[in-house]
């Protein structure tokens, strides 16, 4: 099974943006892709995903600031994170997947993980 590892995160001011990076031990044609993050104390959320047919799909919280790309040929998905808040602070996952569209923001649906990278953003 395809194995991620994420990096990118650190910390940032708000207003500023940032750029996530999901590396895939192998091609990552027939799944799709997704970002969680948990913030201390809170249960993990759904970012943003890009399933296995490009299609994209985003958190309401980020919608207009976060955008998903994948790139087939180096198998990296990338989270850019514009225009950051305080409230984007958390731990921030990649994971791997083949969820059914309606199953896409739940995170049991996906079974390989990264082990997570900070962002905090300052106000």
């Known amino acids: 099974q395809v194995q991620v590892t994420e990096s990118g995160g650190g910390l940032v001011q708000a207003g500023d943006s940032l750029r996530l990076s999901c590396a895939a031990s192998e091609s990552i044609r027939g799944y799709g892709v997704a970002w969680f993050r948990q913030a201390p104390g809170q249960e993990r959320e759904f970012v943003a995903t890009i399933r296995a047919t490009s299609t994209t799909h985003y958190a309401d919280s980020v919608k207009g600031r976060f955008t998903i790309s994948r790139d087939t040929v180096k198998n990296t998905v990338s989270l850019q994170m514009d225009n950051v808040k305080p409230e984007d602070t958390a731990i921030y996952y990649c994971?791997?997947?083949?969820?059914?569209?309606?199953?896409?923001?739940?995170?049991?649906?996906?079974?390989?993980w990264g082990q997570g990278t900070q962002v905090t953003v300052s106000s």
């Open positions: 994971a791997a997947g083949r969820p059914i569209l309606s199953a896409i923001r739940d995170p049991h649906m996906y079974y390989n």
